[in-house]
């Protein structure tokens, strides 16, 4: 019961932590604020995470790939051509952003801006996040019968294209550019598969 | 004379807060880090931004926004296809990720980042910054025979995959997904400017 009261604790906390490096970034974050937003006893920070908020910021990095990850997961299953697939993402991704009044952004791109040059345990949790959402793309494109070596450099300039739509939609505060990305890409991907 | 002299404090003060921001953001920048940094007497800051560190950080992104627009107007200048026009930007982001290591960083993605949602002045700079690195690629793009509302949806695009490849690039510690960036828009603008 105490295990189970913890465990759901730590999540809490990881939680909290994903969802204000998402509306401030890493460094804006401070640890009391993650602890009063996952409404958790003070101490219970560092009793779940001695390591501190590099180790936090690490959980949270990872729930976010496992997330963002499940969600390209899903819209794959769907069997839908690459186009649709990265349409269908999008999508999900300009809701959360209106939802949140364009205060949400991703927070392996902040971290990765923020933190990179500091800690390496950081840009390696990063770096993982960023493979786990391209590996299934190259994936994708590889079961509609691309060679692995260009599956994966198209896979990668998506995910990129993804990242970047997120960050200039918060800046104009507009859904425009998630729509813009999605078309461009659906156009790269459905042209090649037809070509 | 102190004039020139004031002048040249305060465009190094703003220097060494772009470049400050590029490595470690904007939360995690503090400003007697700028005033060392910039070789600047104390007080300095205050005396040549009253309004602290958010007037700082908006001319930061201004000289971010100029710099990069006049690489991206320089390239154009080239009378190159569109392919190769953004080709030859990337490569050039690609040179200052390897001479820097990988420690810098787009600094209008991070500012957009941790600040949108707590400044609306610098978020409106960062959205002044995308937009003006948009409108040459649109008009590049319109002088290519691109109708101006399609130009300019792929105008974003373009802008959205630099910047989100720039990112990838440095979790990985890798120019490769500037160089897949740079196939994948070719393929796009150039297939697109044939068809």
């Avoid at 996952?38 to 976010?64: D, N, Q, T």
């Avoid at 809701?95 to 990765?112: A, E, M």
């Avoid at 949790?125 to 599956?151: H, K, M, Q």
């Amino acid at each position: 019961m105490a295990t189970t009261k913890g465990a759901a604790t730590s999540a809490r906390l990881v939680e909290s932590m994903l969802e204000l490096i998402q509306r401030n970034g890493y460094a804006g974050t401070g640890l009391n604020t993650v602890t009063e937003h996952a409404g958790a006893p003070k101490g219970s920070l560092y009793f779940h995470f001695p390591e501190g908020k590099e180790a936090l910021g690490e959980k949270a990095v990872e729930l976010a790939a496992a997330r963002f990850g499940s969600l390209v997961g899903d819209s794959v299953l769907e069997g839908a051509a690459p186009g649709q697939v990265v349409r269908g993402v999008l999508d999900v991704l300009a809701g959360i952003l209106t939802d949140s009044d364009f205060q949400l952004g991703c927070p392996v791109s902040v971290v990765t801006l923020e933190m990179g040059a500091q800690s390496e345990r950081l840009r390696f949790a990063c770096a993982n996040a960023f493979e786990s959402w391209i590996a299934p793309v190259t994936d994708l494109l590889v079961a509609r019968g691309r060679p692995e070596s260009t599956a994966r450099a198209r896979a990668t300039a998506v995910v990129s294209m993804v990242e970047g739509a997120v960050i200039v939609s918060r800046a104009q505060r507009s859904t425009e550019p998630l729509r813009f990305a999605a078309d461009a890409l659906a156009l790269l991907l459905d042209q090649e598969a037809a070509s």
